[in-house]
């Protein structure tokens, strides 16, 4: 099963990879050999993307992942590179989640930019009801940690890159699927000097294309959207406070908003600015309010401040903010014969309460076990029995996601001051009475489903 096409130097990079791998993948014009090979296909590279791809290499499983845009080059020399130390994007990632990097011994790597969260606050502005939870009353190691995407990303590439089960093409964008008896065939535009297309086989396909997936339309699945009519505004701030691993969730009637810690860029503690003064921020506004969030720097520290209080003291300056129109997006089906759709091309969720991505990474960890257990009977892995026991086997901890996610949109945006009383008393009873927050602490971390 070993890839023989991929070079093992770290520095050796996803262009090189694509370039590499128009030629081999011209040899796999064989289907019967790919069959035999139990190749998986991933449609799209994006963090659900790679993650799989790992996850499958560490099962001993070969794949050949597809990607539509260039990566960039990227090697260990490159990984202190960035434009500013405010303005990053951030990941909040679930203890489930680091467990699964730590199964699969990612976390070494991704550790030294992970952020500690020890402590999660909850409150409403203008309310009396807030609730806590922390690490040594739920008797854990921490809530989760906050990542940096763009640290993310260039560690899940780099590994992906390092991995001989997996090949990547990127600059390649799939526009047809056919499926036959015994396996898959895409065919995808691929751009690299000459725009050609170029056709692959596979036993089972794993789209992770995101939320407007092209893999989806064309194996014609539905979707059901819900249009929250908001806009995540995302950015970092420094505080004159240090942040002491502490996320605090906000509900103010300009919409919630979660200030997560961060650590230093360098993760090392030897910046030229103090650790621990870093916080990424999810604020989310109607529709239409964004832009004067995005351009006034003042405008938008003043108005966090308002809507904060000092709990985290001074907001003292923010990094560049990015807009995310907010719609919940479903596929009514998530395996269609030898296909299976996964991450945001599945479920695009709120961000409100930080999910989406950890839920993918549950997802993908189920579907690379199931998997597993499959190659050792001998048998095929793009079996629609499996796929669809999979499907199964994932509706719980979706559903419930879903709708968590959903409950605190609506719960806390609701203007009702009947249902506002009755969401504070929610909150103190949530913070006073046993046996809830362990409950709650575990959903959150991922721990359950
Ligand atoms: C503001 C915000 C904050 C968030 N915060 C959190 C958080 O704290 N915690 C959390 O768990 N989740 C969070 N999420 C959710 C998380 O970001 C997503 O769940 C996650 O990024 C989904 O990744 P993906 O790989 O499925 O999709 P994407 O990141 O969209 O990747 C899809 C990939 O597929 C490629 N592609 C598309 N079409 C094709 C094609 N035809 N052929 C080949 N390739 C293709 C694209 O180029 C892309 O690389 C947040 C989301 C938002 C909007």
């Given amino acids: 099963m070993q890839n023989s096409n991929v070079n093992n130097d770290p520095t050796y990079s996803a262009a090189q990879a694509a370039h590499h791998n128009k030629t081999k993948q011209v040899d796999q014009q064989t289907p019967k050999a790919k069959l035999t090979e139990q190749q998986v296909l991933i449609v799209g590279g994006g963090h659900v993307g790679l993650s799989f791809a790992l996850l499958l290499a560490h099962h001993g499983i070969a794949s050949t992942l597809l990607e539509k845009n260039r990566y960039p080059e990227i090697g260990p020399e490159n990984d202190r590179t960035r434009s500013h130390y405010l303005d990053s994007r951030n990941t909040a990632l679930s203890r489930r989640t680091v467990q699964i990097y730590q ?11 992970a952020c500690r969260i020890d402590a999660v606050q909850i409150s409403e502005q203008g309310s009396f009801g807030k609730a806590q939870l922390n690490k040594a009353e739920e008797q854990v190691e921490s809530f989760g940690q906050v990542m940096e995407n763009a640290w993310l990303g260039r560690k899940l590439l780099l590994a992906v890159q390092n991995q001989p089960l ?47 997936s092209n893999v989806r339309q064309l194996l014609n699945i539905g979707i059901s959207t819900y249009d929250y009519q908001q806009t995540a505004i995302v950015g970092v701030v ?39 003064f870093r916080r990424s921020v999810v604020w989310v506004c109607p529709n239409g309010e964004e832009q004067q969030y995005l ?3 003042a405008h938008f520290l003043a108005t966090l401040q308002q809507a904060f209080g000092t709990r985290a003291g001074t907001f003292t300056a923010a990094g560049r903010r990015g807009a995310y129109p907010l719609t919940r997006v479903l596929a009514q089906s998530q395996v269609d014969g030898r296909c299976v759709i996964m991450g945001n091309a599945a479920h695009t969720l709120h961000p409100v309460a930080g999910q989406g991505f950890n839920l993918c990474m549950r997802d993908a960890h189920v579907l690379a076990q199931m998997m597993s ?3 050792l009977k001998g048998a095929d892995l793009g079996d629609s029995q499996l796929l669809k026991r999979y499907e199964k086997a994932r509706q719980t901890d979706q559903k419930r996601v879903i709708r968590f996610c959903d409950a605190v949109v609506h719960g806390f945006t ?6 506002k009383l009755a969401r504070n008393v929610a909150l103190v009873a949530f913070d006073k009475l046993p046996n809830i927050k362990p409950l709650i602490a575990n959903y959150a971390m991922g721990l359950k489903s």
């Fill in 166 to 212: 997996i090949t990547i093409i990127d600059n390649a964008e799939v526009i047809t699927i056919n499926q036959q008896t015994d396996g898959v065939t895409v065919t995808f535009n691929y751009y690299d000097g000459e725009e050609g297309e170029q056709q692959l086989q596979g036993s089972v396909l794993v789209a992770c294309d995101g939320r407007d």
């Fill in 295 to 297: 351009e006034d720097d």
């Fill in 414 to 419: 609701h203007p009702n001051p009947v249902i």
């Fill in 238 to 276: 420094e505080t004159d406070q240090p942040h002491n691993h502490v996320a605090i969730e906000r509900f103010s009637p300009a919409g919630p908003l979660a200030v997560l810690p961060l650590t230093d860029p360098e993760g090392d503690g030897n910046d030229d600015y103090q650790t621990g």
């Fill in 373 to 375: 257990a499959q190659v």
């Fill in 103 to 113: 199964e699969i011994g990612l976390w070494p790597e991704l550790q030294s930019h």
